[in-house]
Each structure stands twice: as structure tokens, then as C-alpha cells.
């Protein structure tokens, strides 16, 4: 389904009883993402909110893509599964044999359709061109401050479109955009990126190179705009097959380069290479963290277009789940076909848990049909496009169902010896990694739970094993009195077959995590465990989604990894190290983020005027929970 403009999409939404207007003036600095993030962080999602008063004149939508039903209304679709259907469908009739006239001519109304998905360029002024701004200023738009220590406002969801000179191949991506002045940002594309190397050929032509920033217009460029396409497919193509109409493109009023004819509001500009870099940042980032101030290009304003009924769209990112768990939701499920039908047949699903952060984690079932099946996928996966920067990821069998964690974690138990089912590499990880000891390179670590076959095998399982592990008891008090650096356990999921342990640690010295991993698997309490989890202190053990969205953030897998041979009755074991890192106790030189939290002053002014917001009830501010593990400082941890 094609979109007009946003304000269609807005209406489909208040139609379907997916979104709540806000007429109450919300401050864009501070106030709307403190909302935004109560709403986002109930049961399903929340609502989409359009705050109607912002002080600029223009509104803003967000979380209008934050729950499954509204993902799916954004792409129009009833399942997101239907999409990766469809290209699968395309993939199996455009690859089948064709022996004959009849065959061949059977393919051109398929062609015909394919040729409909591709962008038109249009001529004369668009939608997205009503209203010229007459002098151009970033700071008139309801530009978000999202977090304490962020470094300014950042446009959050604007999808940028550049092409590379020497080839016209356009690439529309999604970097944020700080605002420095009424025309400069900063441009924050990360070096792994396709935008990051059409600068680069600007750079060596010595020529300035255009961007055009569209925000708004129909939902389906934002999310083809995050999408992880090879270089050579055009974004717009895909928002073409999803919306099932062509995007109609025209041309910039200040830059030769071509933007969405329906978009709501269109930033033009351009880059110089020849140009210092400014220092952009902080930025509370979707991992949770704050991604850290560093050196990024200079974009230059040159022209701001919009239609007269403009929404500014916009989107949060912070401590899962936010709107972005559904964007990348949308991901998994559209790209699972290209990847069966290009890569790995043998992969039948994939799941990206929320607190994995989309590159922390992934989890995929294969279809095993011999030994070394699950190394063989690892190696393709980890050779994928943005897959390279997956840290942790796990492979299990036909049998396993991706949706029940528990029932993974009985695998993990079941099928896996630590000493040789579990793999450490390293390579590329995202720029936003910060627990590499290296700067955006790093540990992997892929966990194969698939039923062993007997090659596979190195030992006997005790056929025992699992009843046994039940009836573990940790004396917590006893561990405590031997070791006092350990603060608290949980031990909870042994009684279920889960051979896990989360152990809070207070570390004091240079390897203390290790040496500790080795004393405790000495112990008899500890005998049958097979993993401990190891976190900072004010990190509940019994949390276990935090436990988990922290350890995943905080482990370079090939560092923080540390392994107990079996020392006689069948069980090999593992630490696995999710502390904080730094230059004192593990020689870590880098920065250390912290994690993000709204201030008290913000959450105090939400609370004051909630009742004039029409949202129901008091939510109290999910920053409350997560207080207690703030680190000393602001965005870099003391």
C-alpha cells in the first residue's frame, strides 16, 4: 500500500486506533523523548503520538513504527513474514529453468511488475516542494534533544540520499544528523557505510558532494532506508516493491540530486572533503549506551523544502525496546528469503532478540545435514554484509523454536560441551561497539546448539545429566563468605535445566573475573554448571533481560570468554564476562559509555503535566529503574 504523504499514514493509524494527539506544548528538548520512551515501553509498544504543539509551528509523529501492528500497517501488510514470502516467491520463479518460448514469455508480465518498483523521476516542483524556505534554518523544525549528554538536537529519522560520482548510483541511507547552527550538521555516517565510501570518491575528485536529506512522506523510505541492501540496489526500488507503487522522484532546488516528490519536509546540501571535520556527539544510541563525540563531516544547508501540511517525523533509541526493536523486526523477517535463497538453503529462521541490539545477537535454526553444519553457516553468516558486525551468534537445529528462550537455553544445556561447541574469531563490529578493545574490530563468538552428531561428539553425555543438574544447589552464603568481591547469584535457572549461573562481582584487581571463573568451577557447587554469567554490581541478577542486553554490550567475545576443561566428569564450563571495562583493572584505553537515563528535572516535568497529555494513567518513567546503574559522570563514564 502507497502512502501520499505521512498525514495519509497518520489517519490510517488514528484509524485504526494506533495513535494518540498531543495538544499540550511538549518541549522537543528533553520532554517529548521522556514520553515517548514511557509509551514505547509498554505491553506491544504503546501508541504512536503526534505532538500537535511543539512551539516550531510543525508537529511531530513518533513511535509510529513501534509495534508489530504498525509496522506491518507502515509496509501494508497483514504478517511481516508475507513480505519475505513474496521475494522469495520472486526468487524461486525468476531462477526456475526456462526451456522454452512459452516458459520465457510466461516471464514478462513478472518482468513488467519488477520494472513498476523502480523510481520515475518527474519533472517540475513536488509536494515536497509547497513551501522554500526563504532563509534557510534547521533550528525553526522541532529538532529532538533526546537524552541529558547528548551533544545537541540530532534529526533522528532523516533518510539521505547521495550519489556516487562516478557511477550516478544513488544510495539513500539513515545516519543521524546533529544540528550545530541553522545550516550546519553534522553528518554521521560510520566508515563501514555506502555513503562513507561515495564520500571518499568525492574526496579523491576533489569536488563537493551533494546530499539531499527527505524527512517524512511515505514510511516505506524510512524503513527501506535502514535497510542492509548490497550497494548496487537502489533503496528506492525496494520501497517501490513494498508499497507496490514507483517512488516519483524530482530534482533538488539548490543540488542536482533527487529526493521522494511526496516527502514532507527536504534538506539540501552538501559536504565538503576538503573540510575539517567537526566533533559530533554524544548521542544516546540504540544500544543503550552512549555512542561517544568524534570526528564527522561538515554538511552545509543550502535550501529547506516542505509541504504546507508538513509532519516532522522522528524516532528515540535508548535501552530496548524502543521503535527500533520493530524496525529491525521488519529486517529479520523481509530478509531471511535473499539470505536462504542466495547464501544458506539450509537456514530455515533467524530472531534478533530485543536486548541483543540487533548486531549483538542473533539466533538462527538450520536444517543440519552433517557434522561442522552449524561452523559451515557460522563462517557464511559472519561473511554477510552487516551480519559482519554480529558479536554473538547461535545456531540451533529444525527442532528448536526461536521464539521460546527457555526452551534455547535447554539446548544450550543439552547439546552444548563449552570447551568445543562454542567459537571464538574476530573481525569487523560496529562502530558503536564499544567494548572492542580495537575501534570498531574485535571478538565474535558463535554457540552451536544443534543436536552433536557422534563425530561431533567429544565425550559421552551423561544420559543423566539434566535431572541432575536440577537437584544443583549454590549455597550463595557460603560463596560469599569465600569470595567477598561477590556481591549476589542467581542460580534460579538450574531447577529449570539451564545450566547458567549469573554471579554480580565487584572487580578489584588486574584479572580478577578470570581467576574467579577458575575458582568457582573448582567448587563442587559448580561442578555440573556449564556457564556463569558475570555482571557489575547494581546490576540485578534477576533481571535476566538486563543481564543479558548488558553482557551483550559489554563482552568482546574473544577477550571476555574464558573456558574450564573438564576436569574428570564430562563437563567443561565457561565464563562469560560482562563487567564494565577499564585502563586500571583490564588495560582497556578507551573511553567507557554510559548508560542512558533521563534527568530527575525532566522526569519531574513529565510527571507535572501528564494528566494534560490525554495518555491515561501515570507511567512512571522506565529511567527510575535503571538509575542505580548509572556510572559516575555523564555520556563517559568516570
Avoid at 108 to 136: A, D, F, H, Y
Avoid at 298 to 308: E, L, S
Avoid at 335 to 341: E, L, V, Y
Avoid at 396 to 406: F, G, T
Wanted: charge should be negative.
Amino acid at each position: 500500500m502507497a502512502y501520499r504523504n505521512l498525514k495519509e499514514f497518520i489517519n490510517k493509524l488514528e484509524a485504526e486506533g494506533e495513535l494518540i494527539r498531543i495538544k499540550e506544548f511538549v518541549d522537543p528538548k528533553l520532554e517529548i523523548s521522556e514520553i515517548t520512551d514511557r509509551i514505547s515501553k509498554e505491553p506491544g509498544g504503546g501508541k504512536a503520538l503526534l505532538f500537535e504543539n511543539t512551539g516550531t509551528g510543525f508537529p511531530v509523529l513518533i513511535n509510529s513504527m513501534g509495534s508489530y501492528k504498525r509496522m506491518c500497517l507502515a509496509l501494508g501488510v497483514n504478517h511481516l513474514d508475507d513480505i519475505g514470502n513474496q521475494i522469495e516467491g520472486l526468487f524461486k520463479k525468476l531462477a526456475s529453468p526456462k526451456e522454452g518460448i512459452l516458459d520465457k514469455l510466461k516471464m514478462l508480465p513478472m518482468l513488467g511488475e519488477i520494472g513498476s518498483w523502480m523510481p520515475k523521476t518527474v519533472s517540475g516542483r513536488g509536494e515536497c516542494q509547497e513551501v522554500v524556505m526563504e532563509n534557510p534554518d534547521m533550528t525553526k523544525l522541532p529538532v529532538l534533544t533526546c537524552w541529558p549528554s547528548d551533544g545537541g538536537p540530532f534529526v533522528t529519522l532523516p533518510v539521505i540520499n547521495t550519489m556516487e560520482p562516478n557511477t550516478g548510483i544513488r544510495n539513500v541511507g539513515l545516519y543521524r544528523m546533529q544540528v550545530f547552527g541553522p545550516t550546519l550538521t553534522g553528518m554521521h555516517w560510520h566508515k563501514h557505510k555506502v555513503s562513507a565510501g561515495h564520500f571518499n570518491e568525492y574526496k579523491k575528485l576533489g569536488k563537493l558532494m551533494p546530499v539531499a536529506v527527505a524527512l517524512g512522506g511515505d514510511p516505506a523510505y524510512t524503513y527501506a532506508a535502514t535497510a542492509p541492501l548490497p550497494p548496487n540496489i537502489d533503496e528506492y526500488m525496494l520501497a517501490g516493491f513494498l508499497r507496490k507503487e514507483k517512488v516519483k522522484l524530482v530534482k533538488c532546488l539548490t543540488q542536482d540530486i533527487y529526493v521522494p516528490a511526496d516527502a514532507d519536509f527536504i534538506i539540501e546540501g552538501y559536504v565538503d572533503p576538503s573540510e575539517d571535520f567537526i566533533w559530533e556527539g554524544p548521542f544516546g544510541d540504540h544500544t543503550g549506551y552512549y555512542s561517544l563525540a568524534d570526528w564527522y563531516p561538515k554538511f552545509h544547508v543550502t535550501a529547506i523544502t516542505h509541504r504546507k501540511d508538513a509532519v516532522y517525523p522522528a524516532t528515540i533509541v535508548g535501552i530496548p525496546p524502543q521503535e527500533d526493536a520493530y524496525i529491525g523486526k521488519a529486517t529479520e523477517r523481509i530478509f531471511i528469503a535473499p539470505i536462504k535463497m542466495t547464501m544458506m538453503p539450509e537456514m530455515m529462521d533467524m530472531d534478533m532478540p530485543i536486548e541483543g541490539v540487533f548486531h549483538n545477537l542473533t539466533i538462527i535454526k538450520i536444517k543440519k545435514e552433517f557434522s561442522g553444519h552449524g561452523q559451515k553457516v557460522m563462517n557464511a553468516m559472519w561473511g554477510a554484509g552487516q551480519m559482519m558486525f554480529n558479536k554473538i551468534l547461535v545456531v540451533a537445529d529444525e527442532h528448536a523454536n526461536l521464539a521460546d528462550y527457555k526452551q534455547l537455553a535447554q539446548l544450550f544445556t543439552q547439546n552444548v560441551d563449552p570447551e568445543h561447541d562454542i567459537y571464538t574469531s574476530q573481525g569487523p563490529m560496529d562502530v558503536l561497539d564499544h567494548s572492542c578493545s580495537k575501534f570498531a574490530f574485535g571478538g565474535k563468538m558463535c554457540i552451536d546448539i544443534t543436536t552433536k552428531d557422534e563425530e561431533e561428539k567429544r565425550v559421552n553425555v551423561d544420559p543423566d545429566y539434566v535431572t541432575k543438574l536440577k537437584q544443583v544447589t549454590i549455597d550463595t552464603g557460603k560463596i560469599k563468605a569465600l569470595f567477598p568481591e561477590v556481591n549476589d547469584i542467581n542460580a534460579t535457572l538450574l531447577k529449570d535445566g539451564i545450566s547458567f549461573v549469573v554471579v554480580e562481582v565487584e572487580k578489584n584487581r588486574r584479572n580478577h573475573v578470570r581467576e574467579l571463573n577458575e575458582k568457582l568451577f573448582s567448587l563442587e557447587d559448580f561442578a555440573l554448571v556449564k556457564a556463569i554469567i558475570y555482571v557489575e554490581p547494581n546490576v540485578d541478577v534477576n533481571d535476566l533481560p538486563t543481564v543479558i542486553w548488558r553482557y551483550a554490550n559489554n563482552t568482546d567475545a574473544r577477550r571476555d570468554t574464558y573456558v574450564v576443561n573438564d576436569k574428570g566428569n564430562g563437563v567443561s564450563h565457561i565464563g562469560l564476562d560482562g563487567t564494565r571495562k577499564t585502563k586500571e583493572l583490564d588495560n582497556f584505553d578507551r573511553d567507557w559509555p554510559n548508560i542512558i537515563c533521563a534527568d530527575d528535572a525532566t522526569i519531574a516535568a513529565v510527571d507535572a503535566k501528564w494528566d494534560k497529555l490525554g495518555l491515561g494513567p501515570l507511567i512512571k518513567s522506565p529511567s527510575i529503574r535503571y538509575k542505580k546503574q548509572l556510572y559516575k559522570g555523564g555520556a563517559v563514564a568516570e
